[in-house]
């Protein structure tokens, strides 16, 4: 690949390297990406329906709930009745599901760094600042 080539091949190899390099890390933490991605959703404070948290995530949301199965059976989130609504569940991290994700990230964080040695500061910035733009715009 080549800096010429399309923005979506370019995020798109990048991201195939990413996960092949942090699925190691996931694996010793007894999680799967999507796992990962939802304690990481959660660990930015909101208490989100279960509908909003797959809208959050871009998830299907008839299948966050096996995903929410597993993560409530290992202890890491909690699902209660939403006070608004008591049809609709909210979904919160538990002690374990923060410092489970505080590993998580801090052990992916090294990875990153890894990847990124030959970028300077100030580059690694800037990409993020980039890649977090993309993926907020419609």
Known sequence: MTE?????????????????AE???LDQHGLSMWQYVVLSA????AVPSQLVLAQQIRYD???L???LDTLEAAGLVAREPDPADRRARVVRLTS???R??????DAIREVEERK????SPETRRQLRSALAHLANSD
């Open 65 to 67: 709930i096996a995903l």
């Open 96 to 98: 374990e599901g923060s």
């Open 23 to 25: 699925r190691p890390v």
């Open 42 to 45: 959660l660990s930015a404070g």
């Open 61 to 63: 949301k008839t299948r």
């Open 100 to 105: 489970r994700h505080a590993a998580v990230r």
């Open 4 to 20: 010429d080539d399309d923005l979506a091949a370019l995020c798109a190899g990048a991201g195939r390297s990413l996960a092949e």
């Open 116 to 119: 990124l040695a030959g970028l």
